[in-house]
Every structure is written in C-alpha cells, then in structure tokens.
C-alpha cells in the first residue's frame, strides 16, 4: 500500500530558531500533499495544501511567512516554521494524495512530527 | 458549507462489548465518507471508506453504512479488543480533488 513518511518523528527546538520538516511519498507521486496541525485532543486542522511546482495554498488565518511549504518535487514537500514559538508546539501530520490509478485521490498520512518549542 | 458531527468521548468499553461511534454530516451534493483511526502518537489510516449511498464500508471487524436519509456513517464493531483503543475520526470529502473535512475525533478506550 502506499506509505508516507514525515522526518523527524520528534523535534525539540529552541525559541527563535526555524525548524523543517519533511514529507515523502515512498512508492507513488504526489501532485497535492497536505499539512496539518493537531493540538492535545482535538481534531486536525488543515493548514495548507502543496502543489508541486508552485505555490502552497493556505487556510485562512494560517501565517504563511511563519509556515513555509516547498513542494520541489512529486515525492517531497517540506514544512519549516520560522522563528518558532513556545505555541507553536504541536503535532504536525502530512498526507499526500494519490493522482493515479485504482486509488485516485486517497489521501495517505504520515506518522506526523511533535514538533516542542522550549 | 461541509461540516462533520461525532458524537464526543471518551467512549469506554470492557472486551468483546458492541461499539457503535455516531457520526452524521453535512454537504453539498453526493460526497464520500471515511473512517480514519490514530493511535497513540501516530498518523491517521484509512480505516474504511464508502463512496455512495447504501455502500458499506469494512475492514478489520469494523463496519459503516451510507445511509443518505439520515445523512450518517455511524462506526459499529462487534467485539472489541484493546488493540482497539485509538482515536477514530470520521470524515468526507466531496469530490475527488476537494480536502478532505474531519469530525473532532472520538476516543475509544477498551479495558481487559
């Protein structure tokens, strides 16, 4: 089936400094990758879509010069958040959409990132 | 605009009881519906899925039914397990390239 990895599973930063992350599609191409952001018992909150070869698109109220996503190839899309803070701790989970054959348009999910701001 | 409706947790079950997680929803058209699982510090999977109305969904004991008139997907099970205990998210989608919309999640916790 098809797998999407996120690196690093967990990440502890300083506050100030920029941390990526990245997302990959292993045995299929992704167009379209997704992130979001989980908070402690709550839903996933859709923060952008990645297109590959062009700009991200952002849901509304998410900082995308806070949020950078680059999506330079069809396996890869990567999440650096600049200057982070203490409320930027969260569980950040990608997912990539399958474009082609019996399973067009399944999204398939990473195993997510905790991302912790001291 | 779409929105998702699950019935709040946690759900707490003993082995082998009858799980039913609510789930009715909003949309514009004919969307398809998912049932997503996580486990404790992991990604989302695919669970089941049903694409129109009256399909069923399965996998792994688990069941959903499309049921437009009522507009649900409610999750049932008929014997759990501990390896159970996760949090299920139901969703849809309605159309191919759209995202997909999320339920809050409900957290199912099963006790030996």
């Known amino acids: 089936g098809a797998v999407v990895s996120q690196h690093p599973s967990r990440v502890i930063c300083k506050s100030g400094t920029s941390v990526k992350i990245e997302c990959r599609s292993l045995?299929?191409?992704?167009?379209?990758m997704f992130w979001y952001r989980q908070f402690p018992k709550k839903s996933l909150m859709l923060m952008a879509t990645?297109?590959?070869?062009?700009?991200?698109?952002?849901e509304q109220g998410v900082e995308k010069d806070k949020f950078l996503i680059n999506h330079a190839s069809l396996t890869l899309s990567t999440l650096t958040v600049t200057s982070a803070h203490p409320e930027d701790s969260s569980f950040y989970i990608c997912?990539?959409?399958?474009?082609?054959?019996?399973?067009?348009?399944?999204?398939?999910f990473g195993p997510g990132t905790r991302l912790t701001v001291t | 605009g779409n929105s998702v409706t699950q019935m709040e947790g946690p759900v707490t079950l003993s082995e082998e009881a009858f799980l039913t997680i609510n789930c009715t929803y909003t949309?514009?058209?004919?969307?398809?519906l998912f049932w997503y699982v996580q486990y404790p510090g992991e990604g989302l999977q695919l669970l089941l899925k049903?694409?129109?109305?009256?399909d069923k969904g399965s996998n792994k004991g688990f069941e959903a039914t499309y049921r437009k008139e009522t507009t649900s997907f409610h999750l049932e099970k008929g014997s759990v397990q501990v390896s159970d205990s996760a949090v299920y998210f139901c969703?849809?989608?309605?159309?191919?390239?759209?995202?997909?919309?999320f339920g809050k999640g409900t957290m199912l916790l099963v006790s030996p």
């Open positions: 969703a849809l989608r309605d159309s191919g390239y759209s995202t997909l919309t």
């Open positions: 990645s297109n590959e070869g062009s700009k991200a698109t952002y």
């Open positions: 997912s990539a959409r399958d474009e082609e054959g019996s399973n067009m348009y399944e999204q398939y």
């Open positions: 045995d299929f191409q992704a167009t379209t």
């Open positions: 949309a514009t058209g004919y969307p398809s």
């Open positions: 049903a694409t129109k109305a009256d």
